[in-house]
């Protein structure tokens, strides 16, 4: 019997090195996100799926180019637009997928209940020049995604908590990582264990959605 789902949400862990260290690209949410719990935190950029959407790689590429981008009539607040035109593009044509989970999301407001939702994951490896780029935009208060603010980080900013993370983010990137990321929301991930699938039609065997995937 299928699974009950809410909904299909993908994501991309953007990541370079730089001068051999590793780092990374996350939105992080600010004042006004709807979940003020969870204001300041971080999240890989990536969201839920619309009915336009076909595919997990549909999702991602669609929330890519929502996200990362220039909001119209806030020109002044954005780095230029051809860096985060770069960005975009960097990040999309490196993608790739890493795994797919069940997502247990706890409760964290009374009008906002425990969700069940499956999540794709993709990595992408951007060039290191184009991350410091982006880097020396941040502190000058230039925005490069128009849902939140970019954050870069190190793997240990994210172990000692340094950079909070939000939702189900802490759960599924305690897999990637390798080690326990601060998960204070307790929400649980569970490994798929086969490929990211080429359709989101092909989940419906295993999956009942609540929010509709056409078949």
């Known amino acids: 019997m299928p699974i009950p789902v809410n909904h299909h949400c993908s994501v991309v862990v953007i990541r370079s090195n730089v001068n051999g260290d590793n780092r990374f690209l996350f939105s992080k949410y600010t004042p006004g996100y709807p979940a003020e719990v969870f204001v300041g935190a971080a999240n890989p950029i990536g969201g839920n799926h619309e009915s336009v959407d076909r595919s997990p ?10 996200e990362v ?10 780095a230029p637009e051809n860096l985060i035109l770069n960005l975009r593009r960097e990040i999309l044509q490196n993608a790739k997928p890493w795994g797919d989970f069940l997502v247990k ?15 794709s994951m ?3 490896n951007i060039p290191s020049d184009l991350l410091w780029e982006v880097a020396k935009v941040i502190p000058k208060g ?3 995604v128009t849902e939140g603010v970019a954050c870069i980080c190190t793997p240990e900013d ?14 599924i990137l305690t897999p990637y990582f390798g080690v326990a990321l ?8 569970f ?3 086969t490929p990211i699938r080429d359709t989101l039609a092909q989940y419906l065997v295993d999956f009942d959605y609540k929010k509709k995937v056409e078949p």
């Open 142 to 144: 230039k925005r490069i």
């Open 191 to 193: 490994s798929l264990r």
């Open 69 to 78: 981008a220039v909001k119209q009539g806030e020109e002044q607040n954005f």
């Open 57 to 66: 790689w549909g999702i991602l590429e669609r929330e890519v180019t929502e």
């Open 182 to 189: 601060p998960n204070p929301h307790m929400a649980v991930a």
């Open 122 to 124: 993709y990595e992408s």
């Open 105 to 119: 999301d706890p409760p964290y407001a009374r009008d906002r209940p425990a969700v069940d939702a499956l999540v």
């Open 158 to 171: 994210l172990v000692t908590g340094k950079i909070r993370l939000a939702n189900v983010a802490p759960a």
